[in-house]
């Protein structure tokens, strides 16, 4: 297995299963040098950050990868969580910005220990996941603040896709409304905005869309910036002008590419700025 390959390339410690059955995916369908070359890249980016496991809050141990800036602490952190693909490249580039720019990444894996690759075709179970993956969300942000370079009151969630979904599910969950661990902002790429409606989010709140979204409409995340106007927390929605889903993710390229009969296509200049949106956010919010 090409897994196998990339955990010798990459030593003990160093978590790229998930990077080995992407590439064995590629591999299987007559890709054999993108699939060597995926894990080549993960390896590479991986390398030097610390790989993590933490207690869900429904007790499922999840494997997450820590980025720490070279500084002193305490930091802000930023808890990630992937879409309905799993963990990909274009993540762990998030991961190393949101390091580069002064706090904390911690991307968190939470389809490995579960023996899940990809939801993206299975609306039940993303539904179902939205709401499992909260716990997984809660638990990173409870690990975090054991962490003696982590600033315990400064912890933002981020996610794309699904992982936003789930952002927006962290932010208005009702078992976690009492909690005494709480997010101080969330940032959500592309989410599903359809089930919340004039819902309440319990920490400020940046949702990234583009207008050509056929997957998750961005229309939907307008209606509820309108509904929420004069509210507080704040909720900003940018939805970026010709931009479809996942226009962060250069695996898809500058063309459209059909994807479960939904649109995507990577958007170079729409991810400059969102890198922009999203540190400008931190830094008002984790200040």
Known sequence: ???????????????????????????????????RAAIVLL???LGGC?????????????????????????????????????????????????????????????FGPRGITNICADGSTMAQMATERVHDAYGALRYLKTLPFVDAQRVAVMGWSHGAWTVLEALSSYPYRTSAEQFRAGIALYPYCAPFGPSRFRAPL?????????WTPAKTCVNLERWRRNEAPPLTVHVYDGAYHSFDDPTWGGATRSYLGHTLAYDAKATKDAEI???????????
């Open 1 to 35: 297995m090409l897994w196998e390959w990339a955990v010798e390339v990459a030593n003990a410690g160093r978590r790229v299963m998930r990077a080995g059955l992407w590439a064995e995916s590629l591999r299987r369908h007559g890709q054999p040098l993108a699939a």
């Open 50 to 110: 610390g790989g993590v496991r933490f207690l869900s809050g429904d007790d499922t141990r999840i494997p997450g990868q820590l980025f720490k800036p070279d500084q002193p602490g305490p930091l802000p952190a930023v808890v990630l969580l992937h879409d309905c693909a799993g963990l990909r490249s274009f993540h762990v580039s998030w991961a190393k910005t949101i390091q580069s720019a002064g706090y904390v990444a911690f991307l968190v894996d939470s």
């Open 206 to 214: 940046l949702i990234l869309s583009g207008s050509m979204d056929d």
């Open 277 to 287: 949106q999203v540190v400008s956010f931190l830094r008002h919010y984790l200040q």
């Open 43 to 45: 390896v590479l980016l």
